[in-house]
């Protein structure tokens, strides 16, 4: 089959969608399928090598700003729209996103959800331009449904199965501004309604999302995200030394904070006096401010030798970094539509604890390697965490466990055979 993935990059840190989109496609290459990945906004950050040839960037961040903030930009020649999606310029911007207003956040938003409809229709004409000259695919995927508005033209135009991924879209937009919120949603409601289905990654995710965009559940099929299980090669033994590690971009909504609190409690009650707290994750420019607040508490309770950062690793560092930890926690504040640091921290070995809120116990309950705990608090995390800590030997079984599990269930050598078979054959797509 010849597919497609719209992805939307994140130009400088790594991004769990991007990945998992690419990890899926090469499998799905392996397979014997023709997979091409077409980035939107900004470039893709990846810790593997790229799934397939380089393509330019659609819906170019830098060129939809001007775009909806200036009509003259709605009209300028290709060369100049091709500038200005240079990658070197778009990870540039991508540093300073953190400067964009709330105000003009909600309004590119809806003039992204507006698609042919809106400021963005030259962007929208550049995505099917480029699928008539490079040939029609059989299917095509969008990586989240907020590109839905791009997507139900595709449908349309190309007469192809569209799909969208749901990858958490609710929590930006309910971040927005109220007056834009209500409207983002409707837009957003109509437009997947055009599609052919979403996928979600999980069944909690799967039923809050039918409901937010008044779906019928029957619209919304499951399949798992997945990483490929290369070089996740679990030790058979406990670490030498206690480590309890985090795995996600380094920003208060994913709690880093909150894990940092349960880490100086334990310290506090002298059981674990060798344990250490070890960071990684994405950081943008945005998040250093905090960032330095946890670096300041750790220092300020002399834990500085017992603890380290390391921001923006890559996957061979990330895989040392995950094989070496005794536990595992991202104790997000907000219910996680699934959790691919779950999944390869488990994937490495490692049992993880995680609050009890979105797809967290589904998965904790589907690999059985964590506990899941409530409520959401350093005190909660911390008497989670304590007897975990506490026995090496049965905190390895839990991870091997999960290890096992991964391997059978979340792992893209297993799905991107049943994305073809589960998802695209039973709607008539598939060979």
């Known amino acids: 089959m010849k597919l497609a993935f719209l992805t939307p ?3 400088n840190y790594y991004c769990g969608v991007c990945m998992r989109d690419n990890s899926l496609a090469r499998h799905l290459m392996a397979c014997g399928h023709e997979v091409t990945m077409l980035p939107t906004y900004l470039p893709h950050f990846l810790d593997e090598k790229p799934a397939s040839a380089d393509q330019p960037i659609f819906f170019g961040g830098i060129n939809v700003y001007l775009q909806h903030k200036f009509a003259l930009f709605r009209r300028t020649p290709g060369w100049l729209d091709k500038a200005f999606d240079n990658k070197w310029l778009l990870r540039k911007a991508a540093a300073r996103s953190g400067m964009t207003s709330s105000k003009d956040l909600g309004e590119i938003t809806i003039s992204t959800f507006r698609g042919e409809d809106g400021p963005l229709v030259k962007e929208v004409r550049k ?17 989240t449904i907020m590109l839905s508005g791009i997507g139900k033209v595709i449908r349309r135009e190309l007469n192809v199965p569209v799909y969208g991924f749901l990858q958490g879209e609710d929590a930006f937009l309910d971040s927005l501004l109220p007056e834009y919120r209500n409207e983002a ?3 957003l409601s109509s437009d997947v309604a055009k599609l052919d289905g979403c996928i979600a990654p999980s069944r909690y995710f799967g039923e809050f999302m039918s409901n937010r965009l008044g779906l019928d559940a029957s619209r919304v099929l499951h399949h798992p995200n997945g990483i490929s299980m290369d070089g996740f090669i679990p030790l058979e033994k406990p670490p030498a030394q206690l480590k309890l590690g985090y795995l996600a971009r380094l920003c208060p909504l994913k709690g880093l904070d909150i894990l940092v609190d349960a880490f100086l409690l334990l310290k506090d009650t002298a059981k674990f006096p060798d344990l250490r707290l070890e960071i990684a994750g994405g950081m943008t420019e945005e998040d250093e401010p905090f960032v330095a607040e946890q670096r300041k508490k750790l220092t ?3 834990l500085e030798g017992h603890s380290s950062i390391h921001p923006n690793v890559g996957r061979d560092q990330k895989l040392s970094f995950l094989r070496s ?3 595992f926690s991202v104790p997000a504040r907000y ?9 390869e921290a488990l994937a490495a070995g490692v049992p993880v604890v995680l609050p009890e809120s979105g797809a967290f116990p589904e998965l904790v309950e589907q690999t059985r390697g964590g506990r899941i705990y409530r409520p959401n608090g350093p005190n909660e995390l ?9 026995d090496p030997q049965n905190a390895k079984e839990l991870g091997l466990i999960g290890h096992k599990s991964v391997s059978h269930d979340f792992s893209n050598e297993q799905l991107a055979n049943r994305l073809v078979d589960n998802i695209l054959a039973p709607l008539g797509t598939g060979a």
């Open 9 to 11: 990059g994140t130009g």
């Open 325 to 327: 930890l005794s536990v």
């Open 127 to 143: 995505v099917l331009d480029w699928f008539k000259s490079h040939g029609k695919p059989d299917a095509v995927f969008l990586s």
């Open 335 to 343: 219910p996680e539509a699934f959790g691919l640091y779950v999944v």
């Open 382 to 390: 911390a008497e989670a965490l304590e007897p975990i800590l506490g």
């Open 185 to 187: 949603w409707d837009l």
């Open 300 to 302: 300020q309770a002399g």
